[in-house]
């Protein structure tokens, strides 16, 4: 009975729009993950203190619900139609991740996830399911990996044979006693690609990242002003960083994404530093409604396109930043000027 049902989930669960479906115990990743326990206390999370928070949870996902006897774990593809890093060059435009052009994921893969859920309760009367999209303290990727999706490559972001690595991750908790599938294998091999290409060295070693030099954390997660040394690197990236993820050789295989709604809106596809520049809160909110670049507010958002400006050489942007060196917020301010002062040696 179980595994004519895990079959038939995993018919109902890529016929409702994921890419690829794997099962794992709750306890399948060991107690706090090595990787995660040098992260933390090595500080590299930044100000990231969430992360450090509930680590109980995060190392033994048995803890976050005890009765949860298999981890369905679902990954969809959003891999874009175009190489995001051609749009490094146009400096005048700013760059945004990949993941974050459409509508936000958490909505989209939540709703998909709770879609399956509602199916295999019918299928199972009596059983629980709780359903999580990066919302919770729940290890994705380990799991993911316990779980034959893939792999954690050099990068830190889980990896695929079959989807490279753009892919969202969303988990099914359930008491439902599942067949678990073979954990995944690394295939990395001594490719250094990844780690190579980053602007700001931000991966002491393969399979660690230090996310205080992470562009995709300092654009993000990073309040306040970005440390000096590190703003040049930042280069045209508004909201967050695909570099890693770009020139990894895996992804030759992966399809593009079949949910339109995670596709680069064509307004966010390189959009002019000077209009950003100007955005009031109000413009900020209308602009990105329903994108997750929404949560960061318009300040740290205009913060970033500060850094850009100053980073493109283009005199003709220099009132683009002009108008915001008096801005209300002291770290839009600070990038403001220094950008100005950057555009002023350039000439």
């Given at each position: ?252 295989f992966a399809a593009t994404a079949r949910d339109q709604r995670l596709s680069m809106r064509p307004e966010l596809k390189a959009p002019s530093l000077s209009s950003l520049a100007a955005l009031t809160d109000p413009e900020f909110r209308t602009l990105f409604s329903g994108s997750p670049i929404k949560r960061i507010g318009r300040n740290r958002f205009v913060r970033n396109v500060a850094y850009a400006i100053g980073n493109s050489g283009d005199g003709s942007l220099a009132s683009s930043v002009g108008q915001l060196t008096d801005d209300p917020d002291p770290a839009v301010a600070d990038a403001a000027r220094w950008a100005a002062v950057r555009l002023a040696?350039?000439?």
């Open positions: 009975m179980s595994e004519d049902l895990k079959a038939t989930l995993t018919s109902f669960a890529l016929e409702a729009g994921f890419s690829a479906v794997g099962i794992c115990r709750p306890t399948a990743v060991p107690q706090l993950p090595e990787r995660l326990n040098t992260f933390l206390e090595t500080d590299r999370h930044g100000q990231m203190a969430w992360m450090a928070e509930r680590t109980h949870w995060r190392s033994d996902p048995a803890a976050l619900w005890s009765e949860a006897r298999s981890v369905i774990m679902m990954a969809e593809s959003y891999t874009p139609d175009y190489d995001p890093l051609d749009l490094l060059s146009l400096r005048d435009r700013g760059a945004i991740s990949v993941y974050a052009g459409g509508r936000d994921y958490h909505d989209v893969v939540k709703k998909r996830l709770k879609r399956v859920g509602r199916w295999l309760l019918e299928q199972a009367p009596g059983e629980q399911i709780k359903v999580f999209v990066d919302t919770a303290p729940v290890m994705e990727k380990p799991l993911a990996e316990a779980a034959g999706l893939g792999w954690q490559g050099k990068h830190t972001n889980l990896l695929s044979r079959d989807l490279g690595n753009w892919f969202f991750l969303g988990a099914i908790f359930t008491t439902l006693d599942l067949p678990p599938d073979r954990p995944g294998e690394e295939h990395c091999g001594s490719c250094r690609a990844c780690l190579d290409i980053c602007p700001t060295e931000a991966f002491p070693a393969p399979f660690q990242l230090d996310a205080r030099r992470c562009i995709s954390y300092l654009t993000i997660e990073h309040h306040g002003p970005v440390d000096e040394d590190l703003r040049p690197a930042l280069g045209n990236r508004i909201y967050g960083c695909d570099d890693c993820l770009a020139v990894c050789p895996w992804n030759k040696k350039a000439d």
